[in-house]
C-alpha cells in the first residue's frame, strides 16, 4: 500500500462527483497516456493504480445547525491522546488514564480517531464528571481499550428554528459572525437604493471572508545566516 498517501494523494470536486488523483513522481514513474503508451514523467497526476479498502474519509461542513445556544468561542474544550478508553454499562462512560478532561455536564462532545467510537454524543447531565472519567447521557458506546490516539472535541449545542432568540449564536467563528452582519447591511442599503453603502459592506464582507481564511495558514520562514552578515 501506498505510504504519504496525503502528500501523494489529491481529490478534484466535480459538481457531485468526487475525482481522485494520485501524484506522479519519483516514487513511481510511468503512468498511462490516452494513448496507452507508458512513459515517464515527474510531478503529474494519474489515476490511483491500487485499491485501499475503507482508505477514503470525507469531511465537510453541514448547515443542518445555522443556530446554537452558546458562542463558538465558548466551546474550547478539547482532549487527544492514547490513554482513553470506552466502557459499555448503565451508565456508559469514557475514561482518560492522563486525566486530561475538562468537560461540564452536558456538553455536546464529538468523537474522533477511534475504532468502533467515533460519533457525536453528550455528557450526562448527572453522575461522574471528572478529569478522568464522563458519563455519556447521549450516544451509542461500544466497549473499546486505549491504544488508538482518540481526539475528543466539545461541540455547539444546537438550537431548534422554533427555539431561535436573542441568546442564540450563529455557528460560525467570530470573523465570520462579522461578515455576516457586513452582509445583511449590504442588503438592507441595497434595498434603499444606497448603492455606495452597498458596496462599501460587500467589499468589507469579502475582506473578512479572506482574513478568515487567512487565519487558517501557517506560514514560517527559514534564512540562512551568514557569520560575516550585517543584519
Same mark, same amino acid.
Request: aromatic content about 10%; charged content about 25%; overall charge negative.
Given at each position: 500500500? !501506498? !505510504?504519504? /498517501?496525503?502528500?501523494?494523494?489529491?481529490?478534484?470536486?466535480?459538481?457531485?462527483?468526487?475525482?481522485?488523483? @494520485?501524484?506522479?513522481?519519483?516514487?513511481?514513474?510511468?503512468?498511462?497516456?490516452?494513448?496507452?503508451?507508458?512513459?515517464?514523467?515527474?510531478?503529474?497526476?494519474?489515476?490511483?493504480?491500487?485499491? #485501499?479498502?475503507?482508505?477514503?474519509?470525507?469531511?465537510?461542513?453541514?448547515?443542518?445547525?445555522?443556530? /446554537? &445556544?452558546? &458562542?463558538?468561542?465558548?466551546?474550547?474544550?478539547?482532549?487527544?491522546?492514547?490513554?482513553?478508553?470506552?466502557?459499555?454499562?448503565?451508565?456508559?462512560?469514557?475514561?482518560?488514564?492522563?486525566?486530561?478532561?475538562?468537560?461540564?455536564?452536558?456538553?455536546? %462532545?464529538? %468523537?474522533?480517531?477511534?475504532?468502533?467510537?467515533?460519533?457525536?454524543?453528550?455528557?450526562?447531565?448527572?453522575?461522574?464528571?471528572? &478529569?478522568?472519567?464522563?458519563?455519556?447521557?447521549?450516544?451509542?458506546?461500544? !466497549?473499546?481499550?486505549?491504544?488508538?490516539?482518540?481526539?475528543?472535541?466539545?461541540?455547539?449545542?444546537? /438550537?431548534?428554528?422554533?427555539? /431561535?432568540? !436573542?441568546?442564540?449564536? %450563529?455557528?460560525?467563528? @467570530?470573523?465570520?459572525?462579522?461578515?455576516?452582519?457586513?452582509?445583511? +447591511?449590504?442588503? #438592507?442599503?441595497?434595498?434603499?437604493?444606497?448603492?455606495?453603502?452597498?458596496?462599501?459592506?460587500?467589499?468589507?464582507?469579502?475582506?473578512?471572508? &479572506?482574513?478568515?481564511?487567512?487565519? +487558517?495558514? #501557517?506560514?514560517?520562514?527559514?534564512?540562512?545566516?551568514?557569520?560575516?552578515?550585517?543584519?
Amino acid at each position: 500500500m !501506498s !505510504s504519504y /498517501v496525503d502528500k501523494e494523494f489529491f481529490y478534484y470536486l466535480r459538481g457531485r462527483e468526487l475525482l481522485l488523483y @494520485k501524484l506522479l513522481g519519483s516514487r513511481n514513474r510511468t503512468r498511462i497516456t490516452q494513448t496507452g503508451i507508458l512513459q515517464s514523467y515527474h510531478n503529474e497526476l494519474m489515476y490511483p493504480d491500487e485499491n #485501499i479498502e475503507n482508505g477514503l474519509r470525507v469531511e465537510y461542513t453541514a448547515l443542518n445547525e445555522p443556530f /446554537v &445556544a452558546e &458562542a463558538f468561542e465558548d466551546t474550547s474544550s478539547k482532549v487527544s491522546g492514547t490513554g482513553i478508553s470506552f466502557t459499555l454499562g448503565s451508565p456508559s462512560f469514557i475514561s482518560d488514564s492522563n486525566s486530561g478532561f475538562n468537560f461540564e455536564t452536558g456538553d455536546r %462532545i464529538r %468523537i474522533v480517531g477511534s475504532s468502533s467510537n467515533d460519533q457525536d454524543g453528550q455528557v450526562a447531565s448527572s453522575g461522574t464528571i471528572s &478529569a478522568s472519567r464522563i458519563d455519556i447521557g447521549e450516544g451509542t458506546i461500544t !466497549s473499546e481499550t486505549a491504544g488508538q490516539r482518540i481526539t475528543i472535541t466539545q461541540i455547539p449545542k444546537e /438550537v431548534e428554528s422554533d427555539d /431561535v432568540n !436573542s441568546t442564540s449564536s %450563529i455557528n460560525l467563528n @467570530k470573523m465570520l459572525c462579522l461578515a455576516v452582519v457586513d452582509y445583511v +447591511k449590504a442588503m #438592507i442599503h441595497e434595498e434603499r437604493g444606497e448603492i455606495d453603502k452597498k458596496e462599501y459592506y460587500i467589499k468589507e464582507f469579502y475582506s473578512k471572508l &479572506a482574513d478568515n481564511e487567512s487565519n +487558517k495558514r #501557517i506560514i514560517s520562514s527559514a534564512f540562512p545566516v551568514s557569520p560575516f552578515a550585517v543584519r
